[in-house]
């Protein structure tokens, strides 16, 4: 058997093996802290010499890091050697679970321009759940959450004119609220760069919305979307 035949065999044996439905390219990674970055998971891989991963990326649920991640492999015949030094992998001395897992659904919200994404909000297409939180904005994006719960997008445009955002407009999507928290607004804003976006976070994270009008009442939080 020639050495493509052997490969092709290998794939065919390690698909059968699968559980349905599972991807023989993917992975998830479970037991990561929330606040660990598609880079941090990046740079353990390459301190560890697990080869062979192609993308990293986060899993959210409403844009909230679940602590998962997805890895895409290069090709289906390095998945058993892939999940063998996965399973040595340790993260602050904590153990990391490696499974298969169903391929991650592709991101729903597109790059489709202001008026496309606050439709695809009203239809909530926007779940903030799954791989990257089923944005393709990944590293510009920003969720602002603990803004009063009237706020308007063109409010929101207002409060973020000091910000470089995307198209020289804040591309801004007002989001469900969580139910913890209904008298309160959370809102999608995807901005110029990534160096834009780490700036927006830094300066208004856990700080209060117009003071000088609501006193402390709300205070923001400002997350990065990976």
Known sequence: ?????????SAVGIAKSLPKGHSNVHVKLTGLPRTT?????TR???????QNITKVTLEYHRFEPTGRAFLTLTQPSVLPKSLAALKQLRYFGHPLTPRTTPVPAEPRMRSRGLKGREEASERSIVSGNGSQGGITDGGRSVLLSGLPGKISTEGVRKFLTNYKLMGGQAEVVKLEPNAKS????????????????FRLVRNVHMTNYEPGVWDDRYTIRAQLIH
């Open 37 to 41: 970055t598609p880079a941090d998971i």
């Open 182 to 197: 209904a008298m309160t607004s959370r809102v999608l804003v995807r901005l110029s760069r990534t160096s834009e976006a």
């Open 44 to 50: 353990l891989l390459g301190r560890n010499k697990v």
């Open 1 to 9: 058997m020639s050495a493509v035949g052997a490969i092709r065999g």
